[in-house]
């Protein structure tokens, strides 16, 4: 079993940048590949960013390819998402997720925290 709190969230204008964090209870976090997704109001959730459980390999969404960047530490048991030239269209609920290395979904979500990037 897996909690995940995310934090870092808050309200930046549009250019701006955050970073979000998700720590992970538990000692196997190097057990497990990690994700970030997020949700805007009205809309579906979708994938953002995603790193293996090395970190050896990344994964983003287009749009966000270029201006977020996601790592992890798993001595500290956190992964981030470093989110630069922020946009209005990044507005969204962001939540972390854990996938076990060898399953095929995210079996673990955290409760999410809020971006609101203002124009």
């Known amino acids: 079993q897996v909690q995940l709190v995310e934090s870092g969230g808050g309200l930046v204008q549009a250019g701006g940048s955050l970073r979000l964090s998700c720590a992970a209870s538990?000692?196997?976090?190097?057990?497990?590949?990690m994700g970030w997704f997020r949700q805007a109001p009205g809309k579906e959730r979708e994938f953002v960013a995603a790193?293996?459980?090395?970190?050896?390999?990344?994964y983003y969404l287009d749009s966000v390819k270029v201006r977020f960047t996601i790592s992890r530490d798993n001595a500290k048991n956190t992964v981030y998402l470093q989110m630069n030239s922020l946009k209005p269209e990044d507005t969204a609920v962001y939540y972390c997720?854990?996938?076990?290395?060898?399953?095929?979904?995210?079996?673990?979500w955290g409760q999410g925290t809020q971006v609101t990037v203002s124009s």
């Open positions: 538990g000692r196997t976090f190097s057990s497990y590949d």
């Open positions: 790193i293996s459980w090395s970190g050896g390999s990344t």
């Open positions: 997720a854990a996938k076990p290395v060898a399953a095929k979904g995210y079996d673990y």
